[in-house]
């Protein structure tokens, strides 16, 4: 009985080492590990393919995935090439197959070949790397959807306009001086005031809130329209041109009368107009020298409702308009009871 037992175990322990022997060739022959030199036991690095192997530890860039080579097998790209042996891979001493790209996005990868469809990010810049990483693992269907879906993004938000809204100052000087377009500014608080409204002031702030979002809607992709609601004036517009001010409209003003002051808000719609088709000028640096200073320095403003500052910014022929519309209104000396308010 012990003797058949041996025979038994000697059998099995020949079959075991026969199978070894063989998984030892077929690796020799795929995988040629070759000791990094001068390091002695360090470290051990191969190259070779994965033919025969079922489980993959795939090291993207510091970023380890553990996939099977169905996975990667399942279309026609660098992966399965990598498994079929048609490119040599690079392993190292843990087994790990190193990859010198980016794992940000690997994952994502690995996902869409086994699912076949994979969520993408809503960031315009991040689906881009998404597109390059499938295009160079060249898998043509995350390549398709990456590219259908930025077209789909293209297609939503084109003619969009977007006003943004001034939340801060330094946001604000921070916006107009890096913007390359034209900026027009509209700086609308109507809780900032001391006195009563005129009768005709909330319908003119209306209109100046109505014209500004038409100007907006007219001139989108061109000038870059910002609202303030957190300023110190009620109604007033702002103009800059390469990260400067260039004009000011300011449609506010203070009625003086014998018994009690009020605001009174205008609304200059021309002037309003014609200094945004002014700003225009420095549409793509097209203001820079002194053919585009001259340009809005010969724009003159109607009589009785404007006049030009010479604030200087960086020379004597640079002002800033400042157009205050019938700023003074003011009284006479008459007695109660009599006319008491002129406009100039």
Not at 229 to 237: A, R
Request: with cysteine; charged share 25%; proline share 2%.
């Amino acid at each position: 009985m012990t003797g058949l037992i041996d025979k038994d175990h000697l059998k099995l322990q020949a079959r075991l080492m026969s199978a070894e022997a063989s998984a030892g060739s077929a690796a020799a022959a795929c995988i040629p590990t070759t000791q990094s030199s001068g390091r002695g036991s360090e470290e051990e690095a191969g190259v070779g393919c994965l033919v025969g192997s079922k489980y993959v530890k795939l090291n993207v860039g510091g970023s380890l995935h553990y996939t099977t080579v169905q996975t990667l097998s399942k279309e026609d790209s660098l992966l399965r090439s990598m498994c079929n042996g048609g490119d040599e891979v690079t392993i190292d001493s843990e087994g790990w197959i190193v990859l010198d790209r980016s794992g940000r996005h690997f994952s994502l990868v690995l996902n869409f070949l086994r699912d076949g469809s994979v969520p993408l990010p809503e960031s315009h810049r991040e689906l881009e790397e998404v597109l390059k990483e499938a295009q160079y693992y060249r898998v043509q269907g995350l390549v398709q959807h990456c590219t259908s879906t930025m077209q789909k993004q293209r297609n939503v938000y084109e003619g969009v306009c977007r006003i943004p809204m001034i939340t801060s100052v330094k946001e604000e000087q921070r916006m107009i001086a890096t913007c390359r377009k034209p900026v027009v500014k509209l700086q609308n608080n109507r809780g900032n005031n001391k006195y009563s409204y005129t009768s005709n002031s909330d319908d003119n702030l209306l209109k100046n809130i109505e014209l500004f979002d038409k100007l907006g809607l007219r001139f989108n992709g061109r000038v870059l329209f910002v609202k303030d609601v957190l300023g110190d004036e009620i109604c007033c517009w702002s103009f800059y041109g390469e990260g400067r001010k260039i004009a000011e409209v300011c449609c506010t003003s203070i009625v003086y009368a014998t018994e009690k002051k009020q605001t009174k808000v205008e609304f200059p719609e021309a002037r309003i107009f014609e200094e945004t088709l002014n700003i225009l000028i420095y549409e793509n640096g097209r203001g820079s020298g002194t053919g585009g200073v001259a340009l809005l320095e010969s724009s003159s403003p109607g009589a009785g409702q404007s006049e030009e500052e010479g604030a200087s910014a960086g020379g004597g022929d640079r002002r800033v308009r400042r157009i205050h519309v019938r700023r003074h209104i003011m009284h006479d000396e008459r007695g109660h009871g009599q006319q008491t308010v002129y406009k100039d």
